[in-house]
């Protein structure tokens, strides 16, 4: 049974970081893509960056572009996010999601939240200005 902890959130001051982590268990492939997504409340779940763990190609959304950075450690099989210059447009519950690659992960082009069959509990990030 494959499940994802999602840990990291709190509360932070605009101009603040984070790191968020997302423990991978029970995905038996060795290569995977993993995301993370984000939703606040009364908005669309938003995809904010994805990797291919396989060779670590990554995408990332506009608006995180250039101060949110996606890892991988293979050997924990955890998947990281650093989130660095936060203001309030970040605050909102973070996903991590898991499934096998797919091209467009591989690629480092985006990746939809349909295509991640399995997902964590969230973690909540708030940001106050």
């Known amino acids: 049974q494959v499940q994802l902890v999602e840990s990291g959130g709190g509360s932070v001051q605009a101009g603040g970081s984070l790191r968020l982590s997302c423990a991978a268990s029970?995905?038996?492939?060795?290569?995977?893509?993993m995301g993370w997504f984000r939703q606040a409340p009364g908005k669309e779940r938003e995809g904010v960056a994805n990797?291919?763990?396989?060779?670590?190609?990554?995408y990332y959304a506009d608006s995180v572009k250039g101060r949110f950075t996606i890892s991988q450690d293979n050997y924990k099989n955890t998947v990281y996010l650093q989130m660095d210059s936060l203001n309030p447009e970040d605050t909102a519950m973070y996903y991590c999601?898991?499934?096998?690659?797919?091209?467009?992960?591989?690629?480092?082009?985006?990746?939809?939240?349909?295509?991640?069959?399995?997902w964590g509990q969230g973690t909540q990030v708030t940001v106050s200005s």
């Open positions: 999601a898991v499934d096998l690659p797919t091209d467009g992960c591989a690629s480092g082009s985006w990746v939809p939240s349909g295509l991640f069959g399995h």
């Open positions: 029970g995905y038996t492939y060795s290569s995977k893509c």
């Open positions: 990797i291919y763990t396989g060779g670590g190609s990554t």
